[in-house]
């Protein structure tokens, strides 16, 4: 893979780190916005044979002839492998055959478990949020998941107030105690850094920030004390194939807009 990169914004960088998730032969359900477009990138470049499952029932073994901006986008049903339904995708989480599942949400805490339900207290004030739709299941069934969120304070919280999509729940062996099979979050990518989750106390923990980001600026962003890997990695930024790609797939900039860095 080449090395050298041109301007690029976090979005971008996002992007890319999204894709170097993905292995070769794996399996996706994949997603929208940022994480439909790294699915893309990774079969792209370096998983060839990856297979993405959209929630609508869409399974691709190749990618789409020309740029979508959505799953259910026309382009996405053309000679795709199988035209089925939601039920049918969902089917496949609970065979356990998908590998990797992406997610996003409002609040995430130093476990990983995501909240897309409600802020608030339930003897309190409560805004509402979107729910879970489909992201409990693939949080619970997939071999493993991947957030993909905004950087804030107020998102990273050191508890969730709802637990919409389960990560380690309360630390170890909760996973087990409630009965969930297999998976857990492996990745968090933000708009400031990589994390990945402690093996033995399932805690997150930053290993990597991205150019011209501190580990201060990621600590003051985060509701929690942190762990933080030793050493901190510096996010590789955007290869020149990665960039070229990214153009074809988004060409005006809808999911990936923004200043360039």
């Given at each position: ?5 041109r ?18 032969g ?9 994480p ?54 969902m ?8 590998d990797?599942?992406?997610?996003g ?76 099979p297999r998976?857990g ?8 850094g ?16 991205h150019?011209?980001?501190t ?23 955007p ?9 074809q ?9 923004g200043?360039?860095?």
């Open positions: 893979m080449d090395t050298d990169t301007e690029y914004n976090f979005a971008q960088l996002m992007v890319a780190a999204a894709a170097r998730e993905i292995q070769n794996e399996i996706i359900f994949v997603g929208m916005r940022l439909l477009l790294g699915f893309l990138l990774a079969k792209s470049l370096h998983a060839p044979d990856a297979v993405g499952i959209y929630e609508l029932g869409i399974v691709r073994d190749r990618v789409a002839p020309v740029p979508i901006l959505t799953m259910g986008d026309l382009p996405n049903l053309y000679q795709a492998a199988w035209l089925a339904d939601t039920a049918d995708a089917s496949l989480l609970q065979q356990g055959r998908v990797v599942s992406f997610l949400g409002a609040q995430v805490d130093r476990f990983g478990n995501l909240n897309t339900t409600l802020i608030g207290d339930w003897n309190g004030s409560i805004s509402s949020l979107p729910g879970s739709g489909g992201a409990c299941d693939l949080a619970s069934l997939a071999q493993r998941h991947i957030l993909v969120m905004a950087h804030e304070e107020r998102r990273f919280v050191e508890r969730v107030d709802y637990i919409t999509s389960p990560g380690y729940g309360d630390g170890p062996g909760w996973r087990q105690r409630v009965g969930l998976g979050p492996s990745t968090v990518i933000t708009t400031l990589i994390f990945h989750f402690d093996p033995v106390d399932c805690q997150m923990v930053l290993t990597s920030v150019p011209g980001v580990v201060k600026m990621v600590q003051d962003h985060t509701g929690w004390p942190l762990k933080i890997a030793n050493p901190v990695q510096i996010t590789p930024p290869t020149l194939s990665e960039l070229d790609m990214l153009a797939f988004d060409p005006k900039g809808f999911w990936t807009g200043p360039a860095r």
